[in-house]
């Protein structure tokens, strides 16, 4: 008895098939990527004469290895951070020409001048968990988030937004016709509490 053929597969679209799939998993699929921390590096210009920087405009942040805080040479928690940094930038204990009529700190003749040469120093150790980095950026953040808030908020009380609310909507292409309407009010706010935060060098001690 002759044996019976077993039928063929045809495979010849199978190439086909793969390379349609493969392309649509390729334009369907979604790939997240981490946007880091918006952070404007300073420009390239050589500066011949640095400024001088008094030493009360300077507000010290220092995260040791053990992720624990030394605010101005005083150990503190995380949840004070920001409060902290906002009775820094808001002292107003300038006078003449550094005077600030819109601070409404405690006029400290030991701390910051005005908000414009109020400078906050962070300082992590290169074991500072990245968790506890990035809390304690979000905590110093905030601290101008809350006072560039205040103020648009007292310029602009017909708005019905707060500086963040208005930032986010500057941003959306979905409000492009308040975009020429918000971008003045954005830059009076941000240049009375300008976001001075430098980072130094990680240190591997402590």
């Known amino acids: 008895m002759a044996k019976r053929a077993a039928p063929e597969v045809n495979a010849g679209s199978m190439a086909d098939i793969a390379f349609l799939l493969l392309i649509f998993f390729l334009v369907t699929t979604t790939i997240e990527t981490d946007s880091g921390i918006n952070r404007k590096l300073p420009p390239t210009d050589e500066v011949v004469d640095p400024p001088i920087i008094k030493e009360r405009n300077i507000f010290t942040v220092v995260v040791n290895k053990n992720n624990q805080f030394l605010v101005e040479e ?45 400078i906050i120093s962070l300082k992590n150790n290169r074991e500072t ?9 979000n905590e110093l953040v905030a601290a101008y988030n809350d006072l560039r808030d205040r103020e648009f ?10 500086f963040v609310e208005a930032n986010k909507r500057y941003a959306d292409p979905r409000f492009e016709n308040e975009r020429k309407k918000l971008k ?11 976001q001075k935060l430098s980072e130094a060098e990680p240190s591997k001690n402590n």
């Open 74 to 118: 005083e150990p503190m928690d995380i949840a004070n951070i920001r409060q902290a940094a906002i009775e820094f930038l808001d002292n107003g204990g300038g006078t003449g020409d550094e005077a600030c009529d819109y601070c409404q700190g405690a006029k400290d003749p030991s701390s910051s001048d005005n908000p414009e040469k109020a």
């Open 129 to 137: 968990s990245y968790k506890v980095y990035i809390a304690v950026q």
């Open 153 to 162: 908020v007292r310029l602009n009380p017909l708005l019905g937004l707060t």
């Open 184 to 194: 003045p009010k954005l830059d009076e706010v941000k240049a009375m509490y300008p």
